[in-house]
């Protein structure tokens, strides 16, 4: 796995941001302006869940993508062809994301973007796998689908390891002496606290780490302290880990507090109160944090009457990295579209360039250290040489 851009630097500044590779160059447009004649379609798929506990976030999804073809179509559409969207309800299983992507598939489209739930995204991207059509995985957990090590599928999320290093890499900006590590016991809690916690003895600071499935925060605050840790840093589930930088606090504890991204949710700032505030956070970043982002947002608030969510963000830039890649091949062929994927000229996102490995992950990870500031997160780090 590579490591995250933060440790390698990048220049991009910030203007770059919003200007370079937001939008394709103009072309085909009449000598006299207005709107550019656009002769024949290029048609994207998009793959979300539509309906179930997720259908919300779904038609996030989509209309993220949607915004994204209507802009493309403003400015000229790709290789002077308008660019349509197919959308097909992936659901959240195994079976309806394989359905979905057969739906597609049936519809002829150049290449996908979307899948949210991980199961019916890691089907989906098996079966458009096999046909060779390019998939950006916008917002769907992407360690699997990187481990599947599918040739046509690029996953836009980071990995849990870029996670980690996104948290050891702020605790050594923050000068952190003594280390804390704590999870809540579940798979995925433990999994993360481990990969922090191997970083960060392998960078030779000192560190502990405690598993803790019991209410008695109290008594683990204790524990941490008694430790003498300046930092702790908490993988688990939002709602103890409010209650838990709340004990910590009221235990007199000083240092630096940090949560992962699970406790980017209301309930950590509900349970943690006013000791919630300064916390930080490793998080994927989203519209609300990314200043570059304002401009989308009001554009995307103009037509949809509501505020973009993150996975409105992550289909919006998949679907423009999908049309440059099909500008750069200079054609719609599935094989020379997915060889463009990866070389992607001057495109950047709202977080920066956009660059994949050699495995598919991202070369430059999409997460940011969020703080809490007057009971709101709010962005203190890109993490990013801007």
């Known amino acids: 796995m590579r490591r995250r851009g933060a440790v390698r630097s990048v220049a991009l500044g910030a203007a770059a941001l919003v200007v370079s590779g937001l939008l394709g160059a103009c072309s085909g447009s009449d000598e006299g302006g207005g709107a550019p004649k656009l002769r024949g379609e290029i048609t994207f798929g998009v793959l979300a869940p539509l309906s179930g506990d997720l259908a919300e976030r779904g038609q996030d999804l989509v209309d993220g ?26 659901g959240c299983t195994a079976a309806t994301g394989e359905q979905a992507a057969t739906g597609l598939a049936a519809k002829k489209v150049v290449g996908v973007v979307g899948g949210l739930c991980e199961d019916a995204a890691l089907a989906a991207a098996k079966a458009v796998a096999a046909a060779g059509t390019p998939f950006l995985v916008s917002s769907a957990p992407a360690d699997r689908l990187v481990e599947a090590g599918m040739p046509s599928v690029f996953p836009m999320e980071a990995t849990i390891y870029q996670e980690a290093l996104a948290a050891v890499h702020w605790m050594g900006y923050r000068s952190a002496q003594q280390v804390a590590v704590l999870d809540d016991g579940s798979a995925a809690s433990q999994r993360l606290s481990g990969l922090v916690t191997d970083r960060i003895k392998a960078d030779g600071l000192p560190v502990s780490r405690q598993s803790t499935d019991g209410p008695d925060l109290a008594k683990l605050a204790g524990t941490v302290i ?35 991204s699970e406790s980017d949710s209301p309930e950590f700032l509900q349970a943690a109160g006013g000791a919630a505030e300064d916390a930080f956070l490793t998080t994927a970043a989203g519209p609300k944090l990314l200043p570059a982002a304002a401009q989308w947002a009001a ?55 956009l660059r994949f490995a050699a495995d598919h992950s991202l070369t430059y990870d999409n997460y940011v250290i969020a703080q809490v500031q007057g009971g709101t997160f709010t962005l203190a780090s890109k993490l990013r040489t801007d």
């Open 299 to 353: 554009r995307f608030k103009d037509r949809y009457r509501r505020d973009p969510g993150r996975d409105a963000m992550q289909a919006y830039d998949a679907l423009r990295a999908l049309a440059q890649a099909v500008r750069q091949a200079g054609d719609t062929a599935p094989a020379t579209v997915v060889d463009n994927i990866p070389r992607l000229e001057d495109f950047t996102t709202f977080t920066g360039v």
């Open 226 to 260: 008694a430790s003498k840790a300046d930092f702790v840093y908490w993988t688990g589930a939002p709602e103890p880990g409010g209650r838990l930088v709340s004990a910590l606090r009221q235990a007199g504890y000083t240092g630096n507090f940090m949560a992962s």
């Open 65 to 90: 993508a949607q915004l994204a073809a209507a802009e493309l179509n403003d400015q000229g559409g790709v290789l002077g062809r308008q660019v349509k969207v197919a959308v097909e309800d992936g």
